[in-house]
């Protein structure tokens, strides 16, 4: 059973920078993919960005290519999200997720485990 949480959020002035961590237990190597999603208040939950076991390969959104950087590391289990340039609409509760490596990492309902997630409030 893999386990994810999160940590990291909280408020934050636009233009600033916030780092988020996601530990993951009884993910085996190379089994999953991981990454991030978030969900502002009335919205979809939406992929902000995702990293291949080894860490070589990186995907973003359009929105957050850039800003965001997207990292592994401590043998591969904990995933960080570097947030920069924070702007109001990057508010929202950030989730971490695990794949299996043959799902569409920018699909929320192709993950097979979530996190609880962490909020990020970015005022203006």
């Known amino acids: 059973q893999v386990q994810l949480v999160e940590s990291g959020g909280g408020l934050v002035q636009a233009g600033g920078s916030l780092r988020l961590s996601c530990g993951a237990s009884?993910?085996?190597?190379?089994?999953?993919?991981m990454g991030w999603f978030r969900q502002a208040p009335g919205q979809e939950r939406e992929f902000v960005a995702d990293?291949?076991?080894?860490?070589?390969?990186?995907h973003y959104a359009d929105s957050v290519k850039g800003r965001f950087t997207i990292s592994r590391a401590n043998a591969k289990t904990t995933v960080y999200l570097e947030m920069n340039s924070l702007k109001p609409e990057d508010t929202a509760v950030y989730y971490c997720?695990?794949?299996?490596?043959?799902?569409?990492?920018?699909?929320?309902?192709?993950?097979?485990?979530w996190g609880k997630g962490t909020l990020v409030t970015v005022s203006s």
């Open positions: 997720a695990a794949r299996r490596p043959y799902k569409n990492y920018a699909v929320a309902r192709d993950m097979d485990y």
């Open positions: 009884g993910v085996t190597a190379a089994s999953y993919r």
């Open positions: 990293i291949s076991w080894s860490g070589d390969t990186t």
